[in-house]
């Protein structure tokens, strides 16, 4: 076993004071985590929306999108709560393709992670301070949230990490609300032992040093859908998922129960305009149950300036990981997600 260094040790507190809320942008984030840990808790109905990019590839097209997002949040506010997605660190199937912008702070130069994590740091900075709204990341790599858990609102264990002890212990020393997606094999009991886990205190080794932690009440269900043993999508956004989801949650007691669709990956099969038909389908079964509506109430969404993908970066504000929806295409959805809602 070899490892190589290829960089000096990193000062955190150095990496944290390059990018640092202050003032207003400080007050701001304070106030809209407030907001959030209420939606979460069941103090505040408005419906959750984590949107966004599926990777966050470019500064200045990630900046736009933002301060789109900012204005409809607006318009939206008494209904809707949106938390930007703003993600960072891209897990691989095979360990090949665009790692995120810890890895490729540009996506057309080699990769270089000193220089990612001061990219990471800026762009969630920027995301804040210019346009107001607070955002969401993927605990990808466990070790790297001290870096940035004093810029992020919202984060996400995902699929391929749910089951790892590593994340679900350092998910229980969070502040701030953390999504758990079940797995790729679609195994509820995976999902929700990790919120267990990570609602309740935990000791462990965390870099360098043994910790103790408090518990993470925010703790919470994300669905994404799975995948077979054939490669077939299943999705797991249907009537009946969705109250086997909230059977699992009365029979396990958990704090603060609260469900979010993933309208993407194995619930679309990544085909990226069915997100539009998900989230409608969702909005009408909490109309037909009440105890969906109870515990129903958020959405992932995966979105961008242009529809769809490309393999290379070339088209601005398009992805170059999963395939999102537009800009049209997603203020089309937001505004009648808060019409139904008024309904």
């Known amino acids: 076993m070899v490892f190589t260094a290829k960089s000096p040790k990193i000062n955190i507190e150095e990496v944290r004071a390059l990018s640092k809320l202050e003032g207003q942008a400080l007050e701001r984030k304070s106030q809209r985590d407030q907001e959030l840990e209420a939606i979460i808790r069941g103090e505040d109905q408005r419906i959750l929306l984590v949107i966004g990019p599926c990777s966050s590839d470019n500064e200045e097209a990630v900046l736009e999108y933002a301060k789109r997002l900012a204005t409809l949040q607006e318009e939206v506010a008494d209904r809707i709560f949106m938390v930007m997605r703003v993600y960072t660190a891209k897990p691989r199937t095979n360990g090949d393709g665009y790692k995120g912008l810890i890895h490729q702070p540009n996506a057309t130069e080699a990769p270089s992670l000193i220089n990612g994590i001061k990219a990471v740091r800026h762009l969630h900075y920027r995301v804040i301070t210019e346009t107001g709204m607070t955002t969401a990341d993927e605990m990808l790599y466990p070790e790297n949230l001290p870096l940035v858990d004093d810029l992020i609102s919202y984060m996400a264990v995902g699929a391929r990490s749910v089951e790892d002890q590593q994340h679900r212990f350092v998910a229980s020393g969070a502040d701030f609300a953390t999504g758990f997606k079940n797995p790729t094999s679609g195994n509820l009991n995976v999902m929700f032992n990790g919120i267990y886990a990570a609602q309740n205190k935990q000791s462990f080794l965390f870099l360098g040093k043994e910790v103790e932690t408090t518990g993470n009440p925010l703790s919470h269900a994300i669905l994404?859908?799975?995948?077979?043993?054939?490669?077939?999508?299943?999705?797991?956004?249907?009537?009946?998922?969705?109250?086997?989801?909230?059977?699992?949650?009365?029979?396990?007691?958990?704090?603060?129960?609260f469900i979010i669709v993933d309208t993407n990956h194995d619930n679309s099969g990544k085909q990226y305009m069915d997100q539009i038909r998900i989230v409608r389908q969702t909005l009408i079964n909490r109309d037909w149950n009440e105890k969906i509506k109870q515990?129903?109430?958020?959405?992932?969404?995966?979105?961008?300036?242009?529809?769809g993908r490309q393999n290379e970066p070339e088209v601005f504000g398009k992805s170059i990981t999963d395939p999102c929806l537009g800009w049209e295409n997603t203020e089309a959805l937001v505004r009648e997600i808060y019409q139904t809602l008024g309904e």
């Open 224 to 257: 994404r859908g799975a995948i077979n043993e054939y490669g077939k999508n299943i999705p797991n956004y249907y009537y009946d998922n969705l109250m086997d989801t909230i059977a699992q949650y009365e029979k396990m007691g958990l704090e603060n129960p």
């Open 295 to 307: 515990y129903v109430r958020g959405f992932m969404i995966e979105s961008y300036l242009e529809d």
